[in-house]
């Protein structure tokens, strides 16, 4: 990682504004963040430059071509942009996604070259060498041409900067290729150093009709020698006799107009002097070209590389001071702050600068007065993430809800997995409800909370055959249960999230005085009884006359293997997911021994799955019967510092749009919020000394949270919670709420 050591007047002040007593030497927050970590094992991350919840990202793009080993996005099921173990670069990406488990995005590849001109990228990729990445900026030294390679980014808007050696350089901007399944893009030239285009992206998760258009505008920063297009073309029987492009990647170097096609491209070539640097300045809109345009103008006009390059730095170093933690090892201190540049990727801005954006499932194109959203993995993200948004940028968790109850204004339904206002339906349940209620329950009420009801009922109440979000409505309504109709219909996953959405709406409900409702989603909420079976001990699919289903192997979806009633995970990783009753649960399985048997064998036989969200909360479970809080404060550290590593495998596996990262965040602090839409947190053992939260005065009457962990002298590894400490005032138990927790100032561990 660089240290860098040079700032701009108002950085430098940032700088000393913020450095905490902590802080080994200069060192900031952003300084422990490594972009690396979660860029192998399937952590799908990537190292590229971007601004917290950016629409841009420019990422090193390296997954395109089975060139000396590498792996290519299409010959696998392949979701990210970037593999650390990769070494065949072909482009920088333009706006990306961080952490998904489909394949979208990863477009509008710039390329430098040297040398003669090539538009095949098998044959202009290159390996490449001295790798840096830190939040805001991305290098590398492409080995075939010498070239260095430099990245940064504004908001929507990138700056590329390319060190030449002397001769011929080359330019390339590929727009056939990329990681969206999707295709076809327009192009053409606004002047010798200007062009504009648009292309088609879409198809996340292989839905077909969930497609939207990017539109750019590209400029460099000295005109070229020559300039032209490329396409390729369709293959030729009897005409190729006579026409020598057939099937090849033909060069436009006479025609100007603008060009289309599923394999287009453009091209500049320059004579270069030894270490002289071109810079390319990119914008983006998902609205119109004119709006990338002013996009480009307002975020960089007047503005160095360097000076960009610093303003995302600070940017960064100012969110992710909003935490700032004492003790620990070096090592935990990567893992927590690199935890927090990642969950602060996605949700992401989605209008321009002027304020407009592409309406929900629209041709419309409207208006925000504060910021639209975009990016809402939440059957991920509702677990934990905007919790965490809550308690660190509640204007923010604002927006987002505005946003989500804005969708509804617009398309008729909150969103499930939204991508660039296109639902994409991706995954289970209904999982904008437990968000939207959380956050009112924690205080955070500025929305239209009638019409957020309004939605929240429809999708409740409507038949299957009308409802988007819960298309098996009709037997979860009448059966109490989703019956298993078919192999992979995903049942029990199914209704489990449904018993959480409206566990969360009868509470919403009851505050909002409509106590009828309160009662029958409440009452459905208690029909995950209906698939606990005695003879396994888990949860069993159901057929539609009550029977169970057979043949039954809990253990059977492990590894993401297909697997009747259970979606991603096997009856293991969802027997305990009923967050919302858990004594509940305990009861239906014998009792309170039986129980936290039953859930401790989870762990000691391995059928954790540190890897995906189900059963992420499992841990703090153990704390909801007095006695047995310290299997939570042992197992929580020990799983911290056995998944989540400072290395580029250090995610144990997709980080869901921030959702593991943010487990990771909220665990090391000490505490968690492990039923989504109940606005209170499960306590365990805190992994640093000291975390100073700074809380935002416009919300919360506190300016901060000071989380004190007062050790015994005995190891890390045998500290446990003898007594907590709220506000001064000593706490029973290990639950505390969202509203006690923010007001008081304090939280004190006492550990023995």
């Not at 972009?35 to 971007?50: E, I, K, Q, S």
């Not at 649960?585 to 859930?599: E, P, Q, S, V, Y």
């Not at 799955?609 to 499992?618: G, R, S």
């Not at 935002?696 to 004190?708: A, F, M, S």
Request: proline content about 6%.
């Amino acid at each position: 990682m660089k240290n860098l050591k040079t700032y701009s007047l108002c950085a430098a002040f940032a700088v000393c504004a913020l450095t905490p007593a902590w802080a080994d030497g200069n060192r900031e927050p952003v300084d422990y963040v490594n972009p690396f970590v979660g860029t192998t094992n399937y952590g799908t991350t990537n190292p590229g430059a971007l601004c917290p919840q950016g629409m841009m990202s420019v990422v090193p793009f390296n997954v395109m071509g089975s060139v000396n080993g590498n792996r290519d996005k299409d010959s696998r099921w392949w979701s990210t942009p970037y593999e650390h173990t990769n070494n065949f670069f072909t482009g920088y990406a333009h706006v990306n996604l961080s952490g998904v488990g489909c394949p979208e995005l990863g477009s509008l590849l710039l390329m430098p070259t040297s040398g003669k001109l090539e538009v095949d990228f098998l044959k202009y990729g290159s390996s490449y060498k001295d790798e840096e990445a830190t939040p805001g900026y991305y290098a590398n030294v492409l080995d075939k041409y010498g070239i260095r390679t430099e990245v940064t980014a504004t908001p929507r808007t990138a700056r590329e900067r390319f060190t030449f050696k002397a001769g011929q350089g080359n330019l390339l901007l590929n727009l056939g290729e990329g990681l969206t399944n999707e295709s076809g893009a327009t192009v053409r030239f606004v002047s010798e150093t200007e062009i504009e285009g648009s292309k088609l992206l879409g198809t996340f998760c292989y839905n077909p009709q969930a497609v939207f258009p990017i539109y750019f505008v590209m400029r460099v920063n000295k005109a070229p020698k020559t300039s032209g297009y490329w396409k390729q073309m369709r293959p030729m029987t009897v005409e190729a006799a006579w026409d020598s492009t057939a099937g090849t990647k033909k060069l436009y170097t006479q025609y100007r107009k603008e060009i289309s096609g599923d394999d287009i491209g453009v091209w500049f070539t320059y004579d270069m002097s030894e270490g002289e640097q071109l810079e390319v300045s990119l914008g983006v809109s998902f609205v119109s070209i004119e709006n990338a345009r002013e996009n480009l103008d307002r975020e960089q006009s007047g503005l160095s590389f360097e000076q960009i390059r610093q303003n995302a730095r600070k940017a960064w170093n100012d969110d992710l001071s909003r935490i700032l933690v004492e003790g620990g090892t070096e090592e935990q201190k990567h893992v927590f702050y690199t935890a927090l540049y990642h969950v602060l990727i996605h949700p992401n801005v989605l209008n321009d600068v002027n304020g407009q954006y592409p309406a929900m499932e629209s041709e419309k194109i409207l208006s925000t007065q504060g910021k639209r959203y975009t990016v809402f993995s939440l059957w991920d993200t509702y677990r934990n993430v905007h919790q965490l948004m809550t308690l660190l940028f509640p204007d923010r968790q604002l927006d987002m809800v505005r946003t989500m109850v804005d969708m509804y204004r617009e398309h008729g339904w909150l969103p499930k997995w939204e991508l660039y206002g296109r639902e994409t339906l991706t995954m289970e349940g209904d999982p904008a409800i437990p968000v939207i209620v959380d956050t009112w329950f924690k205080g955070l009420r500025d929305f239209d909370v009638e019409t957020a009801y309004e939605a929240m009922y429809k999708s409740a109440t409507l038949p299957g055959a009308e409802n988007l979000m819960r298309p098996d409505a009709d037997d979860y309504y009448s059966l109490g249960y989703v019956p298993i109709r078919a192999k992979n219909d995903n049942s029990v996953s199914h209704a489990l999230e449904y018993y959480i959405a409206d566990y969360a709406l009868s509470r919403f409900a009851d505050a909002l005085g409509k106590k009828d409702d309160a009662k029958l989603f409440y009452n459905r909420s208690l029909g995950y009884k209906n698939y606990y079976c005695k003879d396994f001990g888990t949860f069993r699919p159901k057929l539609p006359d009550g029977t169970f289903y057979s043949p039954f192997d809990p253990m059977q979806g492990a590894n993401f293997e297909e697997n009747p009633g259970f979606h991603e995970g096997n009856a293991w990783n969802y027997t305990f997911y009923v967050p919302h009753d858990v004594k509940g649960l305990a009861r239906l399985m014998g009792g309170r021994k039986a129980f936290i048997n039953k859930l401790q064998s989870v762990f000691d036989e391995g059928r954790y799955d540190p890897a995906n969200e189900p059963d992420i909360a499992y841990p703090y479970l153990f704390s909801y019967f007095p006695g047995e809080e310290w299997r939570t404060q042992k197992l929580v550290p020990q799983l911290v510092n056995t998944y989540f590593k400072n290395t580029p495998g250090g995610i144990p596996g997709n980080d869901d749009t921030g959702t593991m990262s943010a487990w990771a965040i909220f665990s090391m602090m000490g505490f968690y919020p492990d039923c989504p839409g109940v606005p209170e947190y499960t306590l365990t053992t805190p992994m640093f000394d000291k975390v100073v939260i700074k809380l935002d005065p416009r919300y919360y009457q506190e300016k901060e949270l000071v989380i004190t962990a007062h050790k015994s002298g005995q190891t890390d590894e045998t500290n446990r919670i003898g007594e907590v400490k709220l506000g001064g005032q000593k706490h029973k138990g290990v639950r505390v709420t969202h509203n006690e927790l923010v007001h008081a100032g304090t939280l004190d561990f006492y550990l023995k």
